[in-house]
């Protein structure tokens, strides 16, 4: 199939959870050094953007922090891991500078398809109904299929 024509499936299983499915022409292994190595998420986190990895501590209790650059604007995120298991599973809370306090909580699991061939399922859960419902509303889908095709080049060039 072709990568640059693929879309994730983004999905609303319940009233306070987002849940996004992506296959990865790439294995698991490979798709998880580009999610935990600040210079390749770097390449491909914000959509492509100029991006700041100012922290990626990738171990239970680890801060992370990335500050994207687009339009004339900084936009920072960051969290702390809650769980990693290598080239498995993170779970990691998620802060956006721009509304301090509303925490997400995201996991994201890695299934290798056992073909050369990755799934990436992550699931977002929210405080309450309306930030999960703002966060849908807010273009989240379009930005993240663009951070995935900027993924999907990444790993096309870099083994």
Not at 4 to 28: C, G, M, N, S, Y
Not at 131 to 154: F, I, K, P, T, V
Request: hydrophobic residues 40%; proline residues 3%; negative net charge.
């Amino acid at each position: 199939m072709n990568t640059a024509l693929r879309e994730a499936l983004v999905t609303q299983p319940t009233d306070r959870e987002i849940r996004v499915e992506r296959i990865f022409d790439a294995k698991r292994e490979r798709v998880w050094k580009a999610m935990t190595d600040p210079k390749q998420v770097a390449q491909w986190w914000g959509r492509g953007n100029k991006l700041v990895v100012e922290r990626l501590e990738v171990e239970r209790g680890g801060h992370w922090r990335f500050v994207e650059h687009a339009d004339g604007q900084e936009h920072g995120f960051e969290g702390r891991f809650r769980e990693v298991t290598p080239v498995e599973r993170l779970v990691q809370t998620f802060e956006w500078d721009g509304m301090p306090g509303h925490v997400i909580l995201n996991t994201t699991t890695l299934e290798d398809l056992g073909d050369g061939r990755t799934k990436v399922v992550a699931v977002s859960f929210f405080f309450t109904t309306e930030e999960r419902d703002g966060m849908a509303a807010s273009g989240m889908a379009d930005g993240l299929n663009q951070s995935y095709r900027a993924l999907d080049a990444l790993l096309a060039r870099e083994p």
